[in-house]
């Protein structure tokens, strides 16, 4: 079974840009979620999805936003691009009841 | 105050000795989820080990266990046999809620980087 697929691995954008990642989760995982880590903040969560619908969200302003479409597969946009938003985004996703979430490689975000 | 603790920033531990790995945690919650994740230099995020609040018995995973101990809040990773390829950040993390309702937030530790020496 394939496991979390998140692209691109790497992405580098200036200021005010905005950005599209892209995550597929494991077959028949209906539950994706997205957390940003840096050195200084570590791993902060940034919101779920299931059935495409958000059901939670971290303490990120409105320019961090995502979706989930009708086979599961997610992305989050971020708009006018900030130098602290260089980070290291990663997903995650579950199987509702088991338990366990499972990630993917992240995508590394330069801003410059 | 903290919810996910790791007291030790770095551990440097000889090639097949044995590894613990501190993790404690606070939560109101009856139900929740305890994990274990290995980030390699590369960057994934590679899951180890999961113990819900409800299991009677700990975790095992291979070279994997989990020392739960729900009245002291601690849930230690413990490495059997260490191998170079265990040198990674190690990072303990936890789910509050149940797992049939959903909520898949997880709060995370700050991380041990574990180096194995040959």
């Known amino acids: 079974k394939a496991g979390v697929t998140q692209t691109p691995r790497y992405l580098i954008k200036t200021r005010g840009q905005q950005v599209t990642l892209s995550c597929s989760p494991i077959s028949g995982h209906r539950s994706v979620s997205w957390y940003q880590q840096t050195p200084g903040q570590g791993l902060q969560f940034l919101f779920e999805y299931f059935s495409e619908t958000q059901r939670n969200k971290g303490n990120f302003p409105g320019r961090f936003s995502g979706r989930q479409f009708s086979n599961s597969r997610s992305e989050m946009n971020v708009s006018t691009l900030e130098l602290g938003d260089s980070a290291l985004y990663l997903c995650?996703?579950?199987?509702?009841?088991?338990?366990?979430?499972?990630f993917g490689s992240g995508t590394q975000l330069s801003v410059l | 105050a903290q919810k996910i603790t790791q007291t030790q920033p770095g551990m440097f531990v000889q090639e097949k000795e044995a590894v613990t790995l501190d993790c404690t945690y606070d939560?109101?919650?009856?139900?929740?989820?305890l994990f274990w994740y290995k980030q390699p230099s590369s960057g994934e995020m590679i899951f180890l080990i999961y113990q819900g609040s409800y299991d009677q018995q700990n975790a095992t995973e291979g070279r994997y266990s989990l020392n739960f101990q729900k009245a002291r809040k601690s849930a230690n990773l413990v490495i059997s046999a260490s191998q170079l390829g265990d040198s990674a950040m190690y990072f303990c993390a936890m789910r509050e809620g149940g797992t049939n309702f959903g909520n898949e937030k997880l709060t995370f530790g700050t991380g041990t980087r574990l180096t194995i020496i040959p």
């Open positions: 939560t109101s919650d009856p139900s929740y989820g």
């Open positions: 995650a996703s579950s199987l509702l009841g088991q338990g366990k979430l499972f």
